[in-house]
């Protein structure tokens, strides 16, 4: 069984910065590809930011330019850095891994913009 620990998530004022991090329980590299996403209250779970084994990276629209997904795999964690943040930002953000055919999630850490 994978354990994804998410963390960093908290209160920040609009304009301003956190940084996610997902701690796997096992090597990251073993996953064909990890994720982010976030669910907001009353809306459905959506894609935030993946990255493949093989280094390939792919954001959402509404977050491109303002995040950057990366990772350390001495530390098997993966990083979301989100910057500018607005208040639709707000959301449970979810860690993500992929081994088909299994997908692992993570409790999720609760982001929210507010001032």
């Known amino acids: 069984q994978v354990q994804l620990v998410e963390s960093g998530g908290g209160l920040v004022q609009p304009g301003g910065s956190l940084r996610l991090s997902c701690a796997a329980s096992?090597?990251?590299?073993?996953?064909?590809?990890m994720g982010w996403y976030r669910q907001a209250p009353g809306k459905q779970r959506e894609l935030v930011a993946t990255?493949?084994?093989?280094?390939?990276?792919a954001y959402a629209d509404s977050v491109k330019g303002r995040s950057t997904i990366s990772r350390d795999t001495g530390k098997n964690t993966v990083y979301l850095q989100m910057n500018s943040l607005k208040p639709e930002d707000t959301a449970v953000y979810y860690c993500?891994?992929?081994?088909?055919?299994?997908?692992?999630w993570g409790q999720g850490t609760q982001v929210t913009v507010s001032s």
């Open positions: 096992r090597s990251i590299l073993s996953f064909t590809a």
């Open positions: 990255m493949t084994s093989g280094d390939r990276l």
């Open positions: 993500n891994a992929n081994s088909p055919p299994y997908v692992f």
